[in-house]
């Protein structure tokens, strides 16, 4: 999952596929994540008419940080900075794509999302 440089968003799949691609478009992280779904059941069901077998896909996703905070929107950045160790008011420019994350501070984000995802399976109420 990318954000583009207009400003949309694009979702695919990095693997080779047996006879076709995959991706999808939209304003959204959400947006392109459904568009490229409905082309996948479309080219199931394409496929299926055609008697050839119909792969199932699992997907995993990989985001850039522009995407991954569009897509996850209800996670606070500036606590996710603070936590990272990062100036809040740089983050938000990592998220907004206005200035690009070195790899030590991607690795920094990296390791505070993985805390709050492993934080989260075992949350109950």
């Known amino acids: 999952m990318e954000r583009?440089?207009?400003?949309?968003?694009?979702?695919?799949?990095?693997?080779?596929?047996?006879?076709?691609?995959?991706?999808?478009y939209g304003d959204s992280a959400e947006a392109a994540k459904e568009d490229m779904l409905v082309a996948y059941d479309e080219i199931k069901e394409m496929l299926h008419e055609e008697?050839?077998?119909?792969?199932?896909?699992?997907?995993?996703?990989?985001?850039?940080?522009?995407?991954?905070?569009?897509?996850?929107?209800?996670?606070?950045?500036?606590?996710?900075?603070?936590?990272?160790?990062i100036n809040a008011s740089l983050m938000r420019r990592y998220t907004s794509g206005?200035?690009?994350?070195?790899?030590?501070?991607?690795?920094k984000i990296k390791k505070v999302v993985t805390q709050i995802g492993e934080e989260m399976a075992v949350a109950t109420f």
């Not at 606590?79 to 990272?84: G, I, K, L, N, S």
């Not at 200035?99 to 501070?105: E, L, P, R, Y």
């Open 51 to 85: 008697g050839k077998d119909v792969p199932e896909l699992e997907f995993i996703y990989k985001y850039d940080l522009q995407s991954f905070f569009n897509y996850f929107s209800f996670l606070n950045v500036s606590r996710v900075a603070e936590m990272a160790g």
């Open 98 to 107: 206005v200035a690009n994350a070195g790899q030590k501070q991607y690795d």
């Open 4 to 24: 583009a440089s207009d400003g949309g968003y694009g979702c695919y799949v990095d693997d080779d596929l047996p006879g076709f691609g995959l991706s999808g």
